[in-house]
């Protein structure tokens, strides 16, 4: 899903990168005033990174992979915190590893980081207390994954440089796959063991019976 550069023209791509500054600034606030939870954040931080490692060729798209988002929010109790998290890593990846484009780093923040954060994050407040923990979060994730997805496709097309059907076809799909093969199921799993096993290194918001 890491957007290249020169798959958005410059114009295109400053204003995802106005959006995302005021998200980022907005998630720096949160991790000043609320957070604290330091071993569990470079945790999740190291096993992001390691996960958007491998990248998966998507025709008429990017490319297809975990994002992990959403399970940093759930943990660590806001969607400021998936922000937070994937804003790092992205910067890390496009500067020091060339994975995403330095000139498109806004759009990559802005769906990886902010809108699958967001849409996973609120879907799994809005379902844990009816369908429990496990199944809410393993929703929250996928469909975060798949609206990101989504809107990356949507952001190519405008650019021109991938046709919007194909790419909404392709992209969605693969990341469909993706979030329930993976995404999801690895977010639920993290979550439910963390939950059982150390409640404790959660913030009080983030704990919820299992």
């Given at each position: ?8 023209p410059l114009?295109?791509?400053v ?12 998630s720096?606030k949160?991790a ?8 569990l954040?470079a ?15 998507i ?19 806001s ?19 060339a ?5 498109v780093?806004g ?7 902010v809108?699958s954060s967001?849409v996973g ?6 379902l ?12 929250g ?6 609206t ?5 496709a ?21 990341h469909?796959v993706?979030?329930?093969v993976?995404?999801g199921?690895l977010t ?5 063991t963390?939950?059982k096993?150390?409640?404790?290194m ?9």
């Amino acid at each position: 899903m890491h957007i290249p550069d020169g798959f958005i023209p410059l114009s295109q791509a400053v204003i995802y990168t106005i959006i995302a500054i005021a998200f980022i600034a907005r998630s720096i606030k949160w991790a000043r005033e609320e957070f604290h939870e330091v071993p569990l954040f470079a945790t999740l931080a190291a096993g992001i990174f390691a996960i958007q490692a491998l990248n998966i060729p998507i025709p008429w798209g990017t490319s297809g992979h975990l994002m992990g988002g959403v399970l940093a929010a759930i943990l660590l109790g806001s969607p400021w915190a998936g922000v937070f998290l994937l804003t790092l890593v992205l910067v890390v990846q496009a500067l020091f590893f060339a994975d995403g484009g330095i000139t498109v780093l806004g759009a990559n923040i802005l769906n990886m980081g902010v809108i699958s954060s967001f849409v996973g994050y609120y879907i799994y407040v809005a379902l844990r207390g009816r369908i429990g923990v496990a199944s809410a979060s393993f929703i929250g994730a996928w469909l975060g994954l798949v609206t990101a997805a989504l809107a990356t496709a949507v952001e190519l097309a405008i650019a021109g440089t991938f046709p919007l059907r194909e790419g909404l076809l392709f992209m969605g799909l693969y990341h469909v796959v993706i979030g329930l093969v993976a995404e999801g199921t690895l977010t639920a799993l993290v979550v439910t063991t963390v939950l059982k096993v150390s409640p404790d290194m959660l913030p009080a918001k983030a704990r919820v019976v299992v």
